[in-house]
């Protein structure tokens, strides 16, 4: 099994999982590189899995299901007009042999789910490396709890977010935390990953734990005071 992201826009990926010759498309924002890929390696047994319904996640479906009919598309009850598996917190299901559990992970949208397949979590905007989503719902508390499911998972678990948005994100936390080693040092790794193109991602919940300021938060006060000091940096 190999997993990997298609750029998509100026910061997103679309992630491929591919199992022999069977291809996982997550969050398809857009088609044009999917549709590229599968053409350009002959693949025709297509699954696609959404965390949430913003466009830049689901703007590719509709001509990826139009060039590929059989596509199996599963997605939350927000995403209903794309899929036709819908799934909910708790769902446990299976897809080209691997085993996906379904986590709720709202605040960002309010039905934003996550995927975690063995040690890979795919987790949208719900969790992005050194930082979080915005919480347009204006639900803190379940973006809070969102991040308290993510800091239960196993260390090693490889996180998979949506968007290449890490370099900020430690720039944001190196204001609030200057003394911060840890900190500085990954926000150097990162600068150097940029300068050479390579995307930050997968992270790990490990590596969050220790970086994430988000993740961090003890109280839900203290993860608003951050969240809007992070919406206005």
């Known amino acids: 099994m190999t997993i990997f992201p298609i750029k998509a826009f100026s910061d997103n990926y679309i992630w491929i999982i591919e199992e022999q010759r069977k291809v996982i498309v997550v969050d398809p924002g857009e088609s044009t590189g999917v549709l590229n890929y599968l053409e350009e390696n002959t693949l025709e047994d297509v699954a696609i899995i959404l ?44 897809l080209y042999g691997k085993t996906f559990k379904v986590f709720k992970t709202a605040g960002h949208t309010e039905g934003h789910i996550s995927y975690l397949m063995e040690k890979a979590l795919f987790c949208g905007d719900a969790l992005f490396s050194g930082g979080c ?22 260390n090693q678990t490889k996180v998979y977010a949506a968007h290449e948005y890490t370099q900020t994100n430690l720039r944001f936390a190196q204001t609030m935390e200057p003394a911060n080693k840890v900190i500085s ?6 600068n150097e990953m940029s300068k050479k193109g390579y995307p930050t991602l997968p992270s790990t919940i490990g590596k969050e734990k220790e970086i994430n300021l988000f993740m961090q938060a003890e109280t839900l006060e203290d993860f608003i005071e951050l969240r809007k000091a992070r919406d206005n940096f």
């Open 51 to 94: 965390t949430h319904k913003h466009e830049d996640h689901v703007g590719g479906v509709k001509e990826i299901v139009s060039q590929y009919p059989t596509t199996v598309v599963y997605g939350p009850e927000e995403t209903e007009h794309f899929t036709n598996h819908m799934i909910k917190d708790g769902d446990v299901f299976e």
């Open 133 to 154: 989503g915005r919480v347009f719902t204006g639900d803190y508390q379940a973006q809070y709890d969102a991040l308290q499911t993510f800091k239960q998972l196993d």
């Open 185 to 190: 040092e990954a926000l150097e790794e990162v």
